[in-house]
Nanobody, 122 residues
């Protein structure tokens, strides 16, 4: 089994910063792409940022220049550094990982964290 444990969410004032962490553990041969998604009240879940195993990143237009995604492959951990936070960033943030479970696997399996609440006040 694979478990993703998130931390770092909380309440922050507009313009402030937060750093989210997500560590994958369990039966893992190799972690492929990882990412962060969020769902705001009354809205669809959408992609925030992704990062490949080799470090290639992709960001939603709404967070470019403010958020930075990074990872530590040795720890199977992905981070999301959030700066210049806005009230519209308020959402539940979910960690995602594409995981090769076994050495002989051809396909990855998606795993999700439980979600962590980020609230930005004005």
């Amino acid at each position: 089994q694979v478990q993703l444990v998130e931390s770092g969410g909380g309440l922050v004032q507009a313009g402030g910063s937060l750093r989210l962490s997500c560590a994958a553990s369990g039966s893992i041969f190799r972690v492929s792409a990882m990412g962060w998604y969020r769902q705001a009240p009354g809205k669809e879940r959408d992609l925030v940022a992704t990062i490949t195993n080799s470090g290639t990143t992709n960001y939603a237009d709404s967070v470019k220049g403010r958020f930075t995604i990074s990872r530590d492959n040795a720890k199977n951990t992905v981070y999301l550094q959030m700066a210049s936070l806005k009230p519209e960033d308020t959402a539940v943030y979910y960690c995602n990982a594409n995981v090769y479970r076994y050495r002989t696997s051809y396909y990855t399996t998606d795993f999700w964290g439980q979600g962590t609440q980020v609230t930005v006040s004005s």
